[in-house]
């Protein structure tokens, strides 16, 4: 075991036996930084729900984008950079009186990217990221195969949902995180098969029920005590999850009564030699969190179908031999990338898809043997390659994921501003003229008009100015709860603590 001492932070960090095995099989050198230093400089590689209505500069038109209106190089709708009609950049030669940073610098800002990660058609959805094959859908991400929903993150194959996390196969659901099969559920987290309920935690197969934890095949209950149905209904008119007022005390009993349980599970399933939390169906993975079907991995995150890789986040799906890597799908032996789907063998690349054999490329599209979107024959690629990584170990460059002034977009747009927050301080803002405060919207969702999506409103916690939609409205009138009073931002916040993650 060895213990160097982080590059960033300055604090020891372990390197196993088994580690230092693996760096030599991918022949690589140790890393540098600790592995939350390096984990938090991938996720800075990865924006996945600040949008920008900003101009497509292949088409001139004003498209809905994670990238900022004023980013540095050209940006494509994916549409048109799937046509790959225009004329990639590349740079000749490679020069060894400089870093490859400097080189890559160079391609990195004159090459157009795609406006946002899309996987599939996007129906009536562009207020969408990380999305494919979603319909009527806004502002969800990481989403697949979604109709009507607002407001996911991981929602798979579900309908009128809002205001959700980690959500499989369910309908009307709101307020919910990590839930599967369920119906009509609000509230509610690490649930399945549950319907027509309201603050269940760790429930399974439970209707018409409110305030319970850890309850299975059971209807009428109330505080995790058995009613008859009669006395059921009666009990929880008490509760007016319609008005704002009746709300905040629902949540606030919840939170009393729940506070004696744990408020995650700590889950590990079909698992053979696992350690992190989420783990299901997975092998000999140790420090990984929220994977499926993975083997023999080390801090991965977010991730399935993933096979001998180390420091990697999202998604997987018939990878292997991933090392810092992140937002990478279909993919085999990619070391140090971002954004690169169906490849193989790259390394420093990003957003490149069907590549194969390439080294410090950007915005490639089935290519083979290039160094900077240069073109070469497999003898000159591979004997420039191995005097490319000498150079770069001498700069101390190569072994080492992108510094963050790679990123296509800044810290607080990215992922890394979740979980390791800078700049923070909340400031007291005055509110700007125009806005209304929460104070003023009804406390009946019964006395919600639907114009009041025409209105702007000023969130208490993120400071900062948010609407309802239309449609939101007629949600929350549909399931019968009360506006909420912040913003989407200060809700997906309230929500992302419950999901597991490393630190
Ligand atoms: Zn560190």
Not at 56 to 80: L, M, Q, W
Not at 226 to 252: C, H, N, V
Not at 389 to 396: D, R
Not at 402 to 408: K, W
Request: proline share 4%; glycine share 4%; hydrophobic share 30%.
């Amino acid at each position: 075991m060895l213990t160097p001492t982080c590059a960033r932070c300055q604090e020891p960090f372990e390197i196993t036996e088994a580690d230092q095995a693996y760096y030599v099989k991918r022949q690589v050198p140790l890393p540098k930084f600790c592995p939350k230093d390096r984990l938090k400089r991938r996720l800075a590689f990865r924006n996945e729900r600040k949008l920008y209505a900003r101009k497509c500069d292949a088409s001139g038109k004003i498209i809905i984008s994670n990238v900022r209106p004023d980013a540095p190089f050209p940006v494509y709708h994916t549409d048109e950079w799937q046509k790959q009609t225009h004329e990639v950049p590349q740079l000749e030669g490679f020069d060894f009186n400089k870093t490859f940073r400097q080189q890559f610098r160079e391609l990195w800002l004159k090459t157009p990217r795609m406006h946002k990660a899309t996987a599939g058609n996007e129906e009536n959805s562009e207020y969408s990221n990380h999305c494919g094959n979603c319909r009527n859908c806004y502002f969800i991400f990481n989403s697949e195969e979604d109709q009507d929903c607002m407001y996911l993150k991981f929602g798979d194959k579900c309908s009128d949902c809002v205001d959700c996390h980690n959500i499989i196969l369910s309908q009307l659901c709101y307020e919910c995180v990590n839930v599967k099969n369920c119906y009509n559920l609000k509230f509610s987290d690490d649930c399945e098969s549950s319907s027509d309920s309201a603050f269940l935690r760790n429930c399974r197969s439970v209707k018409n029920s409110m305030f319970c934890y850890g309850i299975d095949h059971q209807e009428y209950c109330l505080f995790n005590e058995k009613l008859s149905k009669e006395e059921y209904q009666k009990r929880i008119q008490e509760f007016r999850l319609d008005s704002y007022a009746g709300l905040e005390t629902a949540k606030k009993r919840w939170e009393e009564f729940s506070a004696q349980w744990p408020k995650m599970r700590h889950i590990i399933l079909n698992s053979e030699n696992c350690s992190g939390e989420s783990i299901y169906n997975s092998k000999n993975c140790s420090d990984c969190f929220t994977i499926s079907n993975c083997e023999d991995c080390r801090y991965v995150l977010n991730s399935v179908d993933t096979k001998d890789s180390y420091d990697f986040f999202a998604y997987g799906m018939k990878t292997a031999l991933m090392y810092e890597c992140i937002t990478i799908a279909n993919c085999y032996d990619l070391k140090f990338c971002n954004y690169c789907m169906y490849s193989n063998s790259l390394e420093y690349c990003e957003s490149c898809w069907s590549c194969e054999d390439c080294f410090g490329c950007v915005g490639l599209k089935k290519a083979k043997f290039c160094i900077f979107n240069k073109k070469y024959s497999e003898e000159e690629y591979k004997a420039l390659i191995a005097k490319i990584k000498e150079h770069m170990i001498k700069t101390g460059e190569y072994g080492e994921f992108f510094p963050e002034e790679f990123s296509a977009f800044p810290y607080e747009d990215s992922l890394a501003q979740d979980y390791f927050p800078m700049g923070t301080e909340q400031k007291q803002v005055a509110m700007p003229e125009g806005i209304l405060s929460v104070d003023q919207l009804p406390d009946l969702i019964a006395h919600a008009e639907l114009n009041l999506s025409d209105q702007i409103f000023f969130c208490p916690v993120e400071q900062k100015p948010f609407k309802f939609q239309a449609n939101e409205i007629k949600f929350y009138k549909k399931v019968g709860v009360a506006l909420p009073r912040v913003s989407f931002e200060a809700r997906y916040r309230r929500r992302n603590q419950l999901i597991p993650f490393p630190y």
